[in-house]
């Protein structure tokens, strides 16, 4: 499988924000190139993401999606499984959020949760996990074989990070939210996290649907690997596009009026 370059960095080394920003601005220009080959060719396109706890997996989705067309790219990210879904076929669920034509999915975990969480904390039996290892690269190769492009991310962490990370949720407000039960119980199963990784990576690289690995020690750089990376999957991207003619408007503009005797609210600030 693909395995990014050490990146590991001292805290002195790490890519400043303003430096990540310059570098990510061109990459987001490329990932709406992308957009427009696949609304031009009607190609479908997955991008899965996955990783342990604090890895980063909300950040490099956002840096993927939030210069595209909310519209044609979706982020995935479900929940616990309902009674009913519990009762179907495990690959049920996320069938409908499937890409249609033109469209991107990010899917911020995966059905690989029954190899990772579901299995390391008892939420499903060994038999389970068995059958879900055995199918999941069936079901991919069925994916492929329908047209749809298919690429698979693991973001590496290491515990110190994680540690780091945890506590910065706990003590920044506007994160907490991030944190549950089950992220404070995986923090001393990160030995058996990493067992079931493994098993679920020999399970399921290959070559129709390899995975890549990518260093999120340092997060920032971590998100420009794995855009650059993604890119780089799909060279031949560039289609004509479609310029807007943006004359003169002909008259003074308009100030906006209400015949009603609502007001907009004055700000405060």
Request: hydrophobic residues 35%; contains cysteine; glycine residues 6%.
């Amino acid at each position: 499988m693909k395995k990014s370059k050490d990146t590991s960095k001292t805290e002195s080394d790490k890519l400043s924000k303003s430096d990540y920003y310059d570098k990510l601005a061109p990459l987001q220009l490329e990932l709406n190139d992308v957009a427009r080959w696949l609304l031009h060719t009607g190609k479908r396109l997955v991008v899965l993401i996955e990783g342990r706890d604090t890895a980063g997996k909300g950040g490099v989705i956002t840096a993927i999606s939030e210069t595209l067309n909310p519209r044609l790219c979706r982020t995935v990210a479900l929940g616990k499984p309902s009674e009913r879904e519990q009762t179907q076929w495990y690959f049920q669920r996320y069938v409908p959020h499937l890409p249609s034509a033109g469209e991107i999915v990010l899917l911020d975990r995966s059905w690989y949760n029954r190899a990772g969480v579901e299995r390391v904390m008892g939420f499903c039996s060994e038999e389970q996990t068995k059958s879900f290892l055995k199918q999941a690269p069936v079901f991919e190769q069925m994916l492929v074989d329908d047209g749809i492009l298919l690429f698979k991310y693991w973001l590496t962490v290491n515990q110190v990070k994680q540690e780091e990370r945890f506590a910065e949720r706990l003590s920044d407000p506007l994160k907490r939210w991030k944190l549950s039960p089950i992220d404070l119980q995986a923090r001393e199963k990160y030995a058996e996290y990493g067992k079931a990784r493994d098993a679920m990576l020999k399970a399921t690289h290959t070559k129709t649907a390899p995975w890549a690995l990518v260093d999120f020690n340092d997060q920032r750089q971590g998100r420009l690997t794995l855009i650059r990376h993604l890119l780089d999957q799909i060279p031949d991207r560039r289609v004509p596009e479609d310029l807007i003619k943006f004359g003169p408007l002909g008259h003074d503009p308009l100030v906006e009026k209400f015949g009603t005797s609502l007001k907009p609210l004055k700000s405060s600030y």
